[in-house]
């Protein structure tokens, strides 16, 4: 009952930054948990963050604890993930994902709507 579309990616040196985006349809997003994940070539895809429905709390991995945030906007229909002191093993693809669940969770299988993706690189 939701679509998700993320957006942002690209291509990065070592170091820098980037924000990736996803845009949630409908009038329920703020009902719905909100994470994201990422997948590596060659490896299965990992929990990286979650928000509660309000924003008011979050959760991190520790891979990327202190360098990644998320937010959301419920007016907006969106969660964002910011992404600082990129390294290598960050490239990854990317997913949003949509959890109907009253408070936060790390776990994948919470999560019923997922994104397409979008595509991070991060060069040496």
């Known amino acids: 009952q939701v679509q998700l579309v993320e957006s942002g990616g690209g291509l990065v040196q070592d170091g820098d930054s980037l924000r990736v985006s996803c845009t949630a349809s409908?009038?329920?997003?703020?009902?719905?948990?909100m994470g994201w994940f990422r997948q590596a070539p060659g490896k299965e895809r990992e929990f990286i963050a979650t928000i509660s429905r309000s924003g008011s709390s979050t959760y991190y991995a520790n891979s990327v604890k202190g360098r990644f945030t998320i937010s959301r906007d419920n007016a907006k229909s969106t969660v964002s993930l910011q992404m600082n002191s990129l390294k290598s093993e960050d490239t990854a693809i990317y997913y949003c994902?949509?959890?109907?669940?009253?408070?936060?969770?790390?776990?994948?299988?919470?999560?019923?709507?997922w994104g397409q993706g979008t595509r991070v690189t991060v060069s040496s």
């Open positions: 409908g009038r329920a997003f703020s009902t719905y948990v």
């Open positions: 994902a949509a959890a109907q669940t009253p408070a936060f969770t790390s776990r994948q299988r919470d999560y019923a709507y």
